[in-house]
């Protein structure tokens, strides 16, 4: 029983994948360079970090840094945090200026 309902399942994701293959052919004027799909790659892991922490609840910020302090080492994750939130910026001005030689 459960196969019968894993091949249409199946098919579906299929269709879906390569219309999502043909879709994003068609947003992108050219394919991206090395440099570019590495800087692309970069801001999105510091915006997906970024909404990861502000998704966690407090109380495991706060157990995330108290450990540090605990342990007597100075807490990374506040500075990695605040870098983050201060170079978004300019890594989405510069990543546009690329786009736009």
Do not use: C
Request: proline letters at 5%; zero cysteines; glycine letters at 6%.
């Amino acid at each position: 029983m459960f196969f019968l309902l894993l091949v249409p399942l199946t098919i579906v994701g299929f269709v879906i994948y390569g219309l999502m293959l043909s879709l994003g052919k068609e947003l992108m004027p050219r394919p991206l360079t090395k440099t570019e799909y590495q800087k692309v790659g970069e801001l999105g892991d510091k915006v997906f970090s970024l909404t990861e922490n502000v998704k966690t609840p407090w109380p495991y910020h706060l157990i995330i840094i108290s450990k540090d302090v605990l342990r007597g080492k100075e807490s990374t994750y506040i500075k990695e945090v605040i870098a983050n939130t201060g170079s978004l910026k300019d890594d989405f001005l510069n990543i546009r200026q690329y786009f736009n030689q």
